[in-house]
C-alpha cells in the first residue's frame, strides 16, 4: 500500500514541507507534470523547485510508452546519475510516467523488461503521486500500464505503488468536462466489473461499493459539480483503485485494451465507447451509465473502428483476449467457450 | 499506512511465508498471543515458530499498560539484544502492545516517555498484527493506546503503524457473542463520532460510512451469523480505522477513557456503557445502538460508577476533560462552556 497519504482542500501547498526530509544532497526532485498544464504559470509556480531540481513537461499524448520511459530515465540518469524522487503530477498518465521513470532510476535494463508481475528487483526511487484528475486509481495501485514493442501490460510489483500521494480536491476542479467524465467512468465500470466479476472478496467489495455509490452521487444524484462533487470523485478514485487490490476488471476493460493498442483510443474514453455496448454482459451497470452519460450530455464516440482492415481486427482480437485473467474474471473458467474470436469481432464491430 | 495487507479466509496460514524474508540471523520472531488462547493447541501449531522465536501468552487481562510494555521489551533485549520482529496476534490490545513493544526495541528509555504526538524517533522493529477480533482499528491505526503512571494516552507517531497486517476472518469466528458485540460497536461508536463531529473531511466520511453501514449490515440487518459477518466486520473495523486519520472520536470515547483510568474498564463495554446514555448528543446513532442492542440480546452493564467518592468522580473527570481534541470535535470550539464539570458529573452518575 501506499505509505503516506494527505488529503485536503489545498493540501498541495505542503509540498515542499513534505518533500524537505526526502532531498538527498545533490540529487534533484523531478517533477514530471503533464504536459496539459505547459502554459499553467500559476501552477508552475507552486511547484517547489530547489536547487538543481527539475520540472518536465511530460508528454501525454500517448499513453506511457516503455520506449518514453527509457528516455527519460536515460536523461536523469546521464545527467544527474541519481535523483532524491520523482514526483508525478497529473492525469492517470503522468502518475504512472512517475512510478515506471522512479523504478528505472534504480534498476538495469529497459523498461520493456519489468512489464508484468514482480519482475523489478530493485526498491525504486522515492515517488509522489498528485492527481489533477480522478478516477484511474492510478494513485494507489500495484502497477504501473506502460504500452512497449510487444504489449500494453503493467510492472505490477511491490516497488510500483507511490511512497508519498497528494489528494488535493482543489487541483481536479478545473477539469473539462468531458474528460472528467471519461476518467470518473474508469472508476465506475471498474467498480461494476471487479464487484460482478468471480475474483471478488469482502476486501474489494466493500470498496467497490462506496467507489461506485460515490461515482452515482456525483454523476447521477447531484444536481450540480461542486466543490463537494470534486472530493468525492478524489474520494471514489481512491477507493476504486484500492479495491482493485483483490479484484479484477472485466470485459470492457479488456476489449478497451485492444482499441488501446491498434487506435491509441485513450483509457478513460475507450472504456466508455466499450462499456456503452456491454448490455448482455453488465446490464444493470450499463443501465446506470446511459443515464449518467445523458444527465451529464456527453459525446460517447461511435464507429471508431469502422474501415479497418481484417487484419487490424485480428490484431485488436489478440490483444484483447490475451487478457486471460480479465476474462475469467468477468466469464468464469469456461470463458474461452463463451467468448469466441467471432463473438469479440461482432463487438468490436458495434464500437 | 500499513504497507502490506493480506485479507482472506485463511490466509493466517501464509504467516510463515510472509514472515520468511523479514528474518534476520539470530534474531527471533517474538509471537504475542492474546492469552485468551493460551490452552489453544490448535491456533498454537499453527504460530510458524523457527529457530530461536518465542511466543508468548500476553496478558490482557488489563489494557496494555507502559510498564508491562517496559517488562516485554527489556526481557526481550536482555535475551537477543535485538529481534527480527514482533507480530501480535489477538484482540485489540495484543495489537497495541506488539506495536508499543516493537517501538520499545528500537527506542531508548521507557515508553511512557513516548506517549503523546511524534514524539517517537526510530524506526520500530519490523512489526504485524494478526486480529483475532474486529472494531477497534488497532490493525491500520497510527497509535497504540497505553496506560501510563500519568494518563492513558497513545504513542501516536509514523512509526506506530504496522508493516504488515493479516486479515483472516475466519480467526473471529469464535469470538464470544458478547465480546464480539461490544468490540464491533467500538467501531459503530467511532463512526458516529466522527461522522457527527467537527473535525471530519471526506477521506474520514467516505471510510466512515462504509464501516457503520457493514457495522449495521451484520449487527441489524441480517438474522444470524455467518461466514459473511465475520468478514464484513473485519472490513468494517479496517475501514473505521483508515476512517480515523482524518477525524476524531467524540462524546463516547472522551467519557470512557475516565471509567478506563479509574475502573480498568475495557474500550469496547465501556463505550458501549457509555453511549447507551448518550441520546442528547447522538439521536441517531444512539437509537440504531439501542436496536442492536436488544436484536442481539446482549447485557450493557448499568450502575457501575454507584458508591464512587467524589474524590473518584472528580478524577475522572480530570481524565476525560483532558481529551481536549475529542470534546473539540464532539462540541465545537466552545466545549468547555457545554461540557462543565457538574455536566460530566451528572453524566457519570448515569452509567
Redesign the interface.
Known amino acids: 500500500?501506499?505509505?503516506?497519504?494527505v488529503?485536503?482542500r489545498g493540501c498541495f501547498d505542503q509540498l515542499d514541507e513534505i518533500l524537505a526530509p526526502r532531498r538527498k544532497d545533490g540529487a534533484p526532485m523531478v517533477f514530471l507534470l503533464d504536459h496539459y498544464f505547459q502554459n499553467d504559470t500559476a501552477l508552475k509556480s507552486r511547484i517547489p523547485i530547489r536547487g538543481n531540481d527539475i520540472l518536465v513537461d511530460a508528454d501525454v499524448t500517448h499513453e506511457p510508452k516503455t520506449t518514453y520511459i527509457d528516455e527519460l530515465a536515460n536523461m536523469l540518469k546521464g545527467k544527474f546519475g541519481q535523483v532524491s524522487g520523482v514526483i508525478g503530477i497529473g492525469g492517470g498518465s503522468a502518475m504512472d510516467l512517475a512510478k515506471a521513470v522512479s523504478i528505472m532510476m534504480t534498476n538495469p535494463g529497459n523498461a520493456h523488461d519489468y512489464q508484468g508481475w514482480d519482475l523489478v528487483k530493485n526498491p525504486a526511487a522515492y515517488k509522489a503521486g498528485i492527481p489533477t484528475l480522478s478516477g484511474t486509481g492510478a494513485e494507489v495501485s500495484r502497477t504501473t500500464v506502460l504500452t512497449g514493442p510487444t504489449r500494453k501490460l503493467g510492472m505490477n510489483s511491490?516497488f510500483t505503488p507511490f511512497d508519498q500521494v497528494v489528494?488535493d480536491?482543489a487541483l481536479i476542479k478545473g477539469a473539462p468536462v468531458n474528460q472528467r467524465f471519461y476518467t470518473g467512468m474508469d472508476c465506475f465500470i471498474h467498480c461494476v466489473e471487479s464487484l460482478q466479476g468471480t475474483f471478488i472478496?469482502?476486501?474489494s467489495?466493500?470498496y467497490g461499493?462506496?467507489a461506485q455509490d460515490?461515482c452515482e452521487e456525483v454523476f447521477l444524484h447531484k444536481d450540480n459539480w461542486d466543490d463537494?462533487s470534486d472530493?468525492?470523485l478524489?474520494?471514489a478514485s481512491?477507493?476504486g483503485g484500492m479495491s482493485i487490490?483483490?479484484s479484477q476488471v472485466g470485459v470492457a476493460h479488456a476489449v478497451s485494451y485492444g482499441l488501446s493498442y491498434l487506435l491509441g483510443t485513450k483509457h478513460g474514453i475507450g472504456n466508455c465507447i466499450v462499456f456503452n455496448h456491454l448490455q448482455d454482459y453488465y446490464p444493470e451497470g450499463v443501465k446506470i451509465f446511459h443515464k449518467m452519460v445523458e444527465k451529464n450530455n456527453i459525446h460517447i464516440p461511435e464507429g471508431i473502428t469502422k474501415g479497418l482492415s481484417d487484419e487490424q481486427f485480428d490484431k485488436m482480437i489478440d490483444v484483447s483476449l490475451g487478457m486471460a485473467p480479465l476474462w475469467e474474471n468477468a466469464l468464469g473458467a469456461d470463458w474461452k467457450s463463451i467468448m469466441t474470436r467471432e463473438k469479440l469481432r461482432a463487438l468490436y464491430e458495434k464500437l
Open positions: 500500500m501506499v505509505d503516506y497519504v488529503f485536503g511491490d489528494l480536491p472478496n469482502q476486501f467489495r466493500s461499493e462506496k460515490l463537494d472530493e468525492k478524489m474520494m481512491f477507493a487490490a483483490y
